[in-house]
């Protein structure tokens, strides 16, 4: 199946989210709102990035199928069906994994020649669909912009592993980040125009991998409406993507902690 036939598939259920803005509208429900503050830290795999640490903000709303604020990678989601086990969705968002992200909280970069002159891919923007079942949860996520075909399929498996009476839960995500050629190429890759010998920046050409990941996730309620959640995660990056002369680590490490208000 072509990309632009993938492209097609995703575009009819997100002109069918949009479709429905009205009918949601006229069928007003409540709003809930969560806000908080926390601090994300970030090891990355690029050659000598220092580790990111940076203040973020977080806010999600939530009206009936809407959802509005990151979540999987999507700024704005709508479900088409929704219970306490299944979820069924399509979303539309922003993805930016590349070196020198334009949506990093923080300003620094590797001193690494490597780097010198080369250009950064732009930030992408994405429509998605999935599911989640009880612990499992699929998405595949589709760049629209710049004419490209930029493809990613995570499949997660949510364990719980322990959980109190106060409320405080534990869990560990297992998870695999199927990614097309075209999207390893824009973020791993070195076109011809962008190669520079004298940095030791040759042509890089990748093909469709496979990257895995681990992440620990615990949540605590400080109070009725407040909640205290961490999580610490590591991402181990595909073997043929570690010879890609922009990587110099074969995994990325990332800590993240939130206090969240509900109202």
Same mark, same amino acid.
């Given at each position: 199946?072509?990309?632009?036939?993938?492209?097609?598939?995703?575009?009819?259920?997100?002109?069918?989210?949009?479709?429905?803005?009205?009918?949601?509208?006229a069928q007003a429900q409540e709003w809930q709102f969560e806000a908080g503050a926390g601090v994300i830290s970030?090891?990355?795999?690029?050659?000598?990035?220092?580790?990111?640490?940076?203040? &973020?903000?977080?806010?999600?709303?939530? %009206?009936?199928?809407?959802?509005?604020?990151?979540?999987?990678?999507?700024?704005? +989601?709508?479900?088409?069906?929704?219970?306490?086990?299944?979820?069924?969705? &399509?979303?539309?968002?922003?993805?930016?994994?590349?070196?020198?992200?334009?949506?990093?909280?923080?300003?620094?970069?590797?001193?690494?020649?490597?780097? %010198?002159?080369?250009? $950064?891919?732009?930030?992408?923007?994405?429509?998605?669909?999935?599911?989640?079942?009880?612990?499992?949860?699929?998405?595949? $996520?589709?760049?629209?912009?710049?004419?490209?075909?930029?493809?990613?399929?995570?499949?997660?498996?949510?364990?719980?592993?322990?959980?109190?009476?106060?409320?405080?839960?534990?869990?560990?995500?297992?998870?695999?980040?199927?990614? %097309?050629?075209?999207?390893?190429?824009?973020?791993?890759? &070195?076109?011809?125009?962008?190669?520079?010998?004298?940095?030791?920046?040759?042509?890089?050409?990748?093909?469709?991998?496979? %990257?895995?990941?681990?992440?620990?996730?615990?949540?605590?309620?400080? +109070?009725?409406?407040?909640?205290?959640?961490?999580?610490?995660?590591?991402?181990?990056?595909?073997?043929?993507?570690?010879?890609?002369?922009? &990587?110099?680590?074969?995994?990325?490490?990332?800590?993240?902690?939130?206090?969240?208000?509900?109202?």
């Amino acid at each position: 199946m072509s990309a632009m036939l993938f492209k097609t598939y995703l575009l009819a259920p997100c002109a069918g989210l949009i479709f429905s803005l009205y009918h949601t509208t006229a069928q007003a429900q409540e709003w809930q709102f969560e806000a908080g503050a926390g601090v994300i830290s970030q090891q990355q795999v690029w050659k000598k990035m220092p580790t990111v640490t940076s203040a &973020v903000p977080y806010f999600t709303a939530t %009206n009936g199928p809407w959802r509005l604020g990151v979540d999987q990678g999507n700024l704005i +989601s709508y479900s088409f069906y929704q219970d306490e086990s299944f979820r069924s969705y &399509v979303g539309a968002g922003i993805r930016d994994n590349g070196y020198d992200a334009d949506t990093s909280l923080s300003s620094k970069q590797s001193d690494d020649p490597v780097f %010198n002159g080369y250009v $950064a891919p732009d930030t992408e923007i994405t429509a998605a669909i999935g599911f989640s079942w009880h612990w499992v949860s699929l998405q595949l $996520a589709q760049q629209l912009n710049e004419d490209a075909a930029a493809q990613v399929v995570d499949l997660a498996l949510e364990l719980p592993l322990y959980q109190n009476e106060s409320g405080l839960r534990l869990m560990a995500i297992a998870a695999a980040s199927w990614m %097309n050629a075209d999207y390893t190429q824009r973020i791993y890759g &070195v076109e011809p125009g962008n190669q520079n010998l004298s940095v030791g920046r040759p042509v890089f050409q990748t093909d469709a991998e496979v %990257n895995y990941s681990l992440n620990l996730r615990v949540q605590y309620p400080v +109070s009725e409406r407040t909640i205290l959640l961490g999580s610490a995660g590591v991402t181990e990056l595909a073997d043929d993507l570690q010879q890609s002369p922009l &990587v110099g680590e074969k995994r990325s490490i990332d800590a993240m902690l939130l206090l969240v208000y509900h109202f």
